[in-house]
């Protein structure tokens, strides 16, 4: 299985901060990655997929880079919309893998 | 409009089937794969299996001797089957569907069922 793991678990920040999050994956898995937003009591909404492209309708504030085995997902300037937990999802092998989240919570 | 409902019992009891059902409406079920992906309460994401849409699925290891998912096409349906279950399958229950492996992640997810293990 390949592992992803998510750093750093809880992040606090204010609104109008720069947020990045890391994923590292256990091995290479060129750039089939997708990140996810999740609100509490609801099902996660895919932000990017292929590392980087943007899906329609996301906020051109969010952005992935990465390749191969790191990855991050950055919000350029936070907004109260975007207090929610981050995943992301490696989609190159079976079985299908997420990291553990992200919480963006208030400062 | 894409729609994914997932439904069936909130409460089953320890050594008993989970069963659920997941409809779909605003799409071909041809051409995707349709995954089931639990969270347990307050914890992280674990994708359960997935079936195509020619009826092939694909389950994770950890799930596998108790798990089945199966799909009806004549009434845009994804099932899934868990025996036996345990207090520690208590979770939300999501169906979601991708293109496939090296193509898409989750595009679409339903909103969640939760369900309890508990005598």
């Known amino acids: 299985d390949i592992q992803m793991t998510q750093s750093p678990s809880t992040l606090s920040a204010s609104i109008g901060d720069r947020v990045t999050i890391t994923c590292r994956a256990s091995?290479?898995?060129?750039?089939?990655l997708a990140w996810y937003q999740q609100k509490p009591g609801k099902a996660p909404k895919v932000l990017i997929h292929k590392a980087s492209s943007l899906e329609s309708g996301v906020p051109s504030r969010f952005s992935g880079s990465g390749s191969g085995t790191e990855f991050t997902l950055t919000i350029s300037s936070l907004q109260p919309d975007d207090f929610a937990t981050y995943y992301c999802?490696?989609?190159?092998?079976?079985?299908?893998?997420f990291g553990g989240g992200t919480k963006v919570e208030v400062k | 409009q894409v729609q994914l409902q997932e439904s069936g019992p909130g409460l089953v009891k320890p050594s008993e089937t989970l069963s659920l059902t997941c409809t779909v409406s605003?799409?071909?079920?041809?051409?995707?794969?349709w995954s089931w992906i639990r969270q347990a309460p307050g914890k992280g994401l674990e994708w359960i299996g997935d079936?195509?849409?020619?009826?092939?699925?694909n389950y994770n290891p950890s799930l596998k001797s108790r798990v089945t998912i199966s799909l009806d096409t004549s009434r845009n349906q994804i099932s899934l089957k868990l025996s036996p279950v345990t207090a520690a399958d208590t979770a939300d229950y999501y169906c979601a569907n991708t293109l496939g492996i090296d193509i898409g992640g989750f595009d679409f997810w339903g909103q969640g069922a939760l369900v309890t293990v508990s005598s």
């Open positions: 079936v195509y849409y020619d009826g092939i699925t």
């Open positions: 605003g799409v071909s079920m041809r051409s995707y794969y």
């Open positions: 091995q290479s898995i060129s750039s089939w």
């Open positions: 999802q490696q989609y190159t092998s079976y079985p299908l893998t």
